[in-house]
């Protein structure tokens, strides 16, 4: 489990085709402290640290978590960001994430307002219902709330966020070229709701 409070930016500094897509992250973390076999959050997908070093890990990516996150994010140079799992007695500073994407979110318009900004991002008709205004939302591994939701003709939906400078200066969201995917994971109470819902319409 996760909170979606990021604690670190890493980068990938090289990928290997070994079945798997294997990884090396630089990172900002004492490893010395991070087992080999403790997941950490990329960009909001929970990843297993396979190798490590003085300033890196090592992950494999499968084909399943290729297909299901972001285009273009698994690419030497690409800046991520980083959270170690939770553990018991932490602070729960945003809400419980469990680095599972949900969808991909398609960049609307960054629009600065005051010293924040203003993110509208498109999410596919599969997430419309789980997405509610002042509820949770996770973007590339980030705790965010929903501001504003704007249902769509085709079924999908737009939804609003306020970005402060701290979260911009402290996450990848300080780089929002147009079209930018990102990995969405609903509310985790949402996911369950969903699937009670579908059971109880067979």
């Given at each position: 489990m996760f909170t979606g409070i990021i604690t670190d930016i890493g980068h990938i500094r090289s990928i290997e085709n070994r079945g798997d897509m294997h990884l090396t992250i630089g990172c900002g973390y004492e490893m010395e402290g991070v087992a080999i076999?403790?997941?950490i959050a990329c960009s909001g997908v929970c990843l297993?640290?396979?190798e490590k070093g003085a300033d890196w890990f090592a992950v494999d990516v499968s084909a399943e978590t290729l297909s299901r996150t972001a285009p273009g994010q698994w690419v030497e140079g690409q800046r991520l960001n980083l959270e170690r799992a939770l553990k018991v007695g932490d602070?729960?500073?945003?809400?419980?994430?469990?680095?599972?994407?949900?969808?991909?979110?398609?960049?609307?318009?960054?629009?600065?307002?005051g010293d924040s900004t203003r993110l509208t991002i498109a999410a596919p008709a599969a997430l419309a219902a789980s997405l509610a205004a002042?509820?949770?939302?996770?973007?590339?591994?980030?705790?965010l709330t929903v501001n504003t939701i704007e249902d769509q003709p085709d079924g999908s939906v737009h939804f609003g966020l306020n970005i402060i400078?701290?979260?911009?200066?402290?996450?990848?969201?300080?780089?929002?070229?147009?079209?930018?995917?990102?990995?969405?994971?609903i509310d985790v109470l949402a996911r369950y709701l969903d699937r009670m819902l579908a059971v109880r319409a067979m």
């Open positions: 076999g403790a997941s297993t640290v396979v602070e729960l500073g945003g809400h419980i994430v469990t680095g599972h994407v949900d969808g991909i979110g398609t960049l609307v318009s960054a629009l600065r307002e002042k509820g949770s939302i996770t973007v590339d591994g980030i705790s400078p701290h979260t911009a200066q402290q996450t990848t969201l300080n780089d929002l070229p147009a079209g930018r995917s990102f990995n969405l994971e």
